[in-house]
């Protein structure tokens, strides 16, 4: 038996009220930290380990990659989050590959690298999950018989809660 909150429950209430003084909190303290970091980082430093940090982010980037590939293969929902977390990990490589070879002779392969790979696949990867949830949202708002759903940024996140339906145990493949 599982639990379904509506979004007036004091448990969703409390939920979301700690969840948005987190968020807000991370937010003003990122501001400050930015500001701190700007006066305060040197301009050059060398650094240990290097190669462990990239080959690290390099073995996140490929294992996201790789986890959006496989959902995207067996057309499961959960590919959406996966999308938009690769796409985010593909951007901040470009973004440290061309800031840190900036004035050095790798720059031009860091643009090359993120004009035509990683900046293109993060924007067809942003694409994709934008309009995997328009899809959804225009099936669910079919299915509620409400018509054409609005913007994405209009819609409240409880406009679609009703009681959940009973679950169907072996559910069609597609």
């Known amino acids: 038996m599982s639990l379904t909150l509506t979004p007036n429950h004091p448990a969703a209430v409390h939920l979301r009220r700690l969840f948005l003084a987190v968020i807000t909190g991370s937010f003003v303290f990122l501001l400050v930290w930015i500001i701190y970091l700007a006066t305060s ?3 050059h430093r ?3 380990h290097w190669d462990v940090a990239w080959v690290g982010f390099d073995c996140f980037l490929v294992a996201a990659i790789g986890m959006t590939a496989l959902w995207a293969w067996l057309r499961r929902p959960i590919l959406i989050p996966w999308a938009i977390i690769t796409a985010t990990l ?3 490589d470009a973004w440290f590959d061309i800031v840190l070879d900036w004035n050095t002779p790798e720059l031009p392969i860091s643009l090359l690298s993120a004009g035509l790979g990683e900046l293109p696949l993060a924007a067809l990867l942003f694409y994709a999950a934008r309009r995997l949830i328009r899809l959804s949202m225009a099936a669910a708002w079919a299915r509620s018989g409400r018509g054409e759903p609005p913007r994405m940024w209009r819609v409240r996140m409880s ?6 339906a009973p679950r169907d145990e072996h559910p069609a493949e597609h």
């Open 41 to 43: 980082l040197p301009e």
């Open 46 to 48: 060398e650094v240990a």
């Open 90 to 92: 593909l951007c901040c």
């Open 159 to 164: 406009v679609l809660d009703r009681p959940a």
